[in-house]
């Protein structure tokens, strides 16, 4: 089994609604993504022989994905009062709306997912939330 790993990082804020702890409050993370992918074959022919996958091409999807969520605040829909919001985005705040609650846990899922549907081979996607804590998402054995 081949394994390629990747890895970018990206600036937000975010809070944990509903949460008893310090991270009910709006604060800040430098998140950084690692990917695992794998495959049992590498390429044979072409520009890509001896090849998984083209490392520029992998780190230019995580990129582009670590971008998009770069200086924003992470908010779970309907976590704020929708006054509040308006408030935000009015005063040119950009703020990204997602469905699941901002934690590591679930932007590991999140992650593997989305390269799942873009047809990847990801294995195993890690989210540190700070240096010295992470959260890692894979699939089961089948």
């Known amino acids: 089994m081949y394994t390629l790993i990747s890895e970018a990082s990206f600036d937000s804020a975010h809070f944990l609604s509903g949460y008893n702890g310090k991270c009910k409050n709006i604060h800040g993370h430098r998140w950084t993504i690692k990917m695992e992918i794998c495959g049992e074959k590498l390429e044979n022919e072409g520009h890509l022989r001896g090849m998984l996958l083209d490392f520029g091409d992998i780190k230019s999807m ?26 935000l985005k009015e ?52």
């Open 62 to 87: 995580l990129k582009e994905l670590a971008d998009y969520f770069d200086h924003s605040l992470i908010i779970e829909k309907d976590s704020m009062r929708n006054a509040t919001l308006n408030y």
């Open 91 to 142: 005063d040119g705040f950009r703020i990204i709306e997602i469905d699941f609650r901002p934690t590591a846990e679930n932007f590991s899922k999140y992650i593997f997912d989305y390269f799942k549907e873009r047809k990847i081979p990801v294995k195993k996607v890690i989210v540190y939330e700070t240096p010295n804590n992470c959260a890692t998402y894979s699939e089961g054995i089948k």
